[in-house]
């Protein structure tokens, strides 16, 4: 299961994902995890990926549905590339959040695709 850091954010405490992308990958850099909740959470982390690295999508474009609390709100998350080059995201429904890194040059990375072209 990823690393769960509380966070005191004014108060409310959340908890933050702080996960490394190639734990969830095999060698051939597919999903590895096969079914259960590390599988849900291993294609949640891969949407988030491609979400936050294709900058030339529309910046109306949605973000994948929140993991935690798609099935009761059908929320999307926001996602964002931090200073450090991680990808963030922010449930704003159940106050979720996490950072990604080392998902660069993953089949989920669109930013050198965009970039190329
Ligand atoms: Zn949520």
């Not at 690393?3 to 992308?21: C, H, K, Q």
């Not at 474009?61 to 709100?73: A, E, L, M, Y």
């Not at 080059?85 to 965009?114: K, M, Y």
Request: aromatic share 12%; net charge negative; proline share 7%.
């Amino acid at each position: 299961m990823p690393e769960a850091l509380p966070s005191n954010d004014g108060g409310r405490f959340t908890i933050v994902y702080v996960i490394d992308l190639t734990h969830y990958l095999d060698e051939k850099g597919m999903i590895a995890p096969q079914k259960g909740p590390a599988r849900k959470l291993a294609s949640f982390l891969t949407a988030v990926v491609a979400h936050a690295s294709d900058f030339e999508r529309p910046s109306s474009t949605p973000g994948p549905f929140c993991f935690k609390c798609r099935k009761r709100d059908q929320s999307v998350v926001d996602t964002a590339i931090d200073a450090q080059w991680r990808i963030v995201w922010f449930c704003p429904v159940c106050h979720a959040e996490g950072q990604i890194s080392n998902w660069e040059h993953t089949f989920w990375d669109l930013s050198e695709v965009s970039g190329e072209s």
